[in-house]
């Protein structure tokens, strides 16, 4: 198996888990307090937050769904490879941002999101997988 499509595979698992584990804390099944760093304060700014990272990351799924071949949008590669590589650098900052997060949870994902980026990176960097 190619290895790039390998990485789209994998990523979009993970992808799809992180998805179900932010709907599980807008339906209140896992508590808010342990994610966001330990620094939302109520309901109302967990719905916001939680609604915005489901959407980007429904947004980052049908991108490397893109990239995949796995969903048939006629997408310019430049678009897609520059879009992916604002994620890349977004979850290297984001690793960042959860070793300084209050809850060892959250510091927990941060293993996570660097696991992320290197699938991300290896998409771009073999690229031998087209739109």
Request: proline share 1%.
């Amino acid at each position: 198996m190619n290895k790039t499509l390998n990485s789209i595979q994998i990523l979009l698992g993970m992808l799809l888990m992180v998805t179900v584990f932010h709907f599980f804390i807008m339906l209140k099944l896992i508590p808010y307090d342990i994610a966001w760093g330990g620094r939302l304060t109520n309901d109302t700014e967990m719905y916001i937050f939680e609604a915005i990272s489901i959407l980007i990351n429904l947004f980052l799924i049908s991108i490397v769904s893109i990239k995949g071949n796995y969903l048939k949008l006629r997408v310019n590669e430049k678009v897609i490879n520059s879009i992916l590589w604002i994620f890349f650098i977004l979850f290297l900052l984001n690793t960042l941002g959860n070793l300084l997060a209050k809850t060892n949870f959250e510091k927990i994902f941060s293993v996570l999101t660097l696991i992320l980026a290197l699938l991300i990176w290896n998409i771009l960097k073999k690229n031998k997988y087209h739109c």
